[in-house]
């Protein structure tokens, strides 16, 4: 008799899939979604357009309290995904990371201003687009390649030539979470002379088992680099492990690596709310 083991996994990827869709797309009732974002961060108008991919993607800024007052004054620049979910609860889906009050707080705490760039998600689109390498787990054909690109020669440049940047490697950084986590390890790895820091928190790497893992070893990180992986203990069984199989890859790689093992926390903004400034506090050397 044929194994079921094919049609089990089909299964739980038809699933994963739709439940990824409604992750990507649904919303909580308006009633409990009020617009909280900050003076200080800005939707662009104009979609930039994603060359390779055939669609427009938003993005929104935000800037150190003291960016108007400041004009002289350069700043280094995170690169954040899924950007919905950062800066506002009425576009998020359950409720946003804080990244905006969080970066204030930093600034009055420790003095450190940057400039942090959210990239939406492309709602349907996400898991391809997120997912850099094809692997046997992989929803549709993954376009993180392509994404990465936008990123890089796209985003990143309009954002130089628009904000007051510290454009080099040394002051720029790539975080994310799920499938943002895992496109953050590859772009690090893909791209250190534009990046030097990651966050790469909860991330996806049983989507590609072991495409992820041989690319890290492939491509070695300059001796500088800060890789800053985090992961929730209650994320799923094998979630601890395969984290800790990227530490082990990494360990003879960056000089500066950490894993933050949090046992109780679970796979959603709640837990990765807090766990950012903790992220950047490491990643740029910040007085604790």
């Given at each position: 008799m044929p194994s079921s083991t094919p049609f089990v996994l089909t299964l739980t990827l038809a699933l994963a899939t739709a439940l990824a869709a409604c992750t990507a797309t649904a919303n909580p009732p308006a009633a409990a979604r009020k617009p909280s974002?900050?003076?200080?961060?800005?939707?662009?108008?104009?979609?930039?357009?994603?060359?390779?991919?055939?669609?427009?993607?938003?993005?929104?800024?935000?800037v150190p309290p003291g960016y108007a007052a400041s004009p002289q004054k350069r700043y280094p620049v995170l690169y954040m995904?899924?950007?919905?979910?950062?800066?506002?609860?009425?576009?998020?889906?359950?409720?946003?990371?804080?990244?905006?009050?969080?970066?204030?707080?930093?600034?009055?705490t420790t003095g450190?201003?940057?400039i942090v760039?959210?990239?939406?998600?492309?709602?349907?689109?996400?898991?391809?687009?997120?997912?850099?390498?094809?692997?046997?787990?992989?929803?549709?054909a993954p376009e993180g390649e392509a994404y990465?690109?936008?990123?890089?020669d796209t985003v990143k440049p309009w954002i130089d030539a628009h904000y007051r940047t510290r454009p080099g490697r040394e002051d720029t950084a790539i975080l994310g979470s799920s499938m943002g986590?895992?496109?953050?390890?590859?772009?690090?790895?893909?791209?250190?002379?534009?990046?030097?820091?990651?966050?790469v928190f909860s991330p996806s790497y049983w989507i590609a088992n072991p495409a992820a893992y041989n690319y890290a070893r492939a491509h070695p990180l300059p001796a500088d680099a800060r890789v800053y992986l985090y992961i929730g203990g209650r994320e799923g069984d094998e979630s601890i492990a395969d984290a800790?199989?990227?530490?082990?890859?990494?360990?003879?790689?960056?000089?500066?690596?950490?894993?933050?093992?949090?046992?109780?926390?679970?796979?959603?903004?709640?837990?990765?709310?807090?766990?950012?400034?903790?992220?950047?506090?490491?990643?740029?050397?910040?007085p604790n």
């Open positions: 974002a900050l003076p200080n961060v800005s939707v662009l108008p104009q979609p930039l357009a994603m060359p390779g991919l055939d669609r427009e993607r938003t993005l929104r800024v935000y995904h899924d950007g919905q979910n950062l800066f506002d609860d009425a576009t998020s889906y359950v409720g946003e990371w804080g990244i905006d009050e969080t970066m204030d707080e930093l600034t009055r450190f201003e940057a760039v959210g990239i939406d998600h492309g709602n349907e689109r996400r898991m391809a687009e997120l997912d850099p390498w094809p692997s046997p787990g992989h929803f549709a990465m690109a936008f990123v890089v986590g895992l496109i953050s390890d590859y772009a690090i790895h893909r791209y250190p002379q534009v990046f030097s820091k990651a966050g800790t199989r990227m530490q082990a890859v990494l360990g003879s790689s960056p000089q500066a690596l950490t894993l933050h093992v949090v046992p109780e926390a679970e796979h959603n903004e709640k837990a990765w709310r807090p766990e950012f400034a903790r992220a950047v506090r490491w990643l740029f050397q910040l």
